[in-house]
């Protein structure tokens, strides 16, 4: 089974830090776009920050530019997370998706990726 793993959330007062991780498979159908979404209770899944894993180029909601930064590795996608607030209490998805080439919008819609991992919860007080 294709699989993403997430992991590194928890809870962090506001103005902390924290580092999302998601795993994947080298043989990962949809590696070629990771991103990381979240979800609040009664919301939609929103983009957060989204990197095509061969030109590492990345893409930000306005919401979390300049405090979070995406990053990939070995078969891994990170997110780390400063100077968090009460609004970035979620729940954190990673995403991967096979389409080569995505504009901004389009590396930040959910529709667009069909690989999803289980989610992490993220708590700031």
């Known amino acids: 089974d294709v699989q993403l793993v997430e992991s590194g959330g928890g809870s962090v007062q506001a103005g902390g830090s924290l580092r999302l991780s998601c795993a994947f498979d080298a043989y990962t159908p949809a590696n070629v776009h990771m991103a990381w979404f979240r979800q609040t209770p009664g919301k939609e899944r929103e983009g957060g920050a989204s990197?095509?894993?061969?030109?590492?180029n990345s893409y930000y909601d306005d919401s979390v530019k300049g405090r979070f930064t995406i990053s990939q590795g070995a078969n891994k996608v990170a997110l780390q997370m400063n100077g968090l607030k009460p609004e970035d209490t979620a729940m954190y998805y990673c995403?991967?998706?096979?389409?080569?080439?995505?504009?901004?919008?389009?590396?930040?819609?959910?529709?667009?990726?069909?690989?999803w991992g289980q989610g992490t919860q993220v708590t700031v007080s």
């Open positions: 990197i095509h894993i061969d030109s590492g």
């Open positions: 995403a991967g998706a096979d389409r080569w080439s995505m504009t901004a919008t389009q590396a930040l819609a959910e529709i667009n990726y069909p690989i």
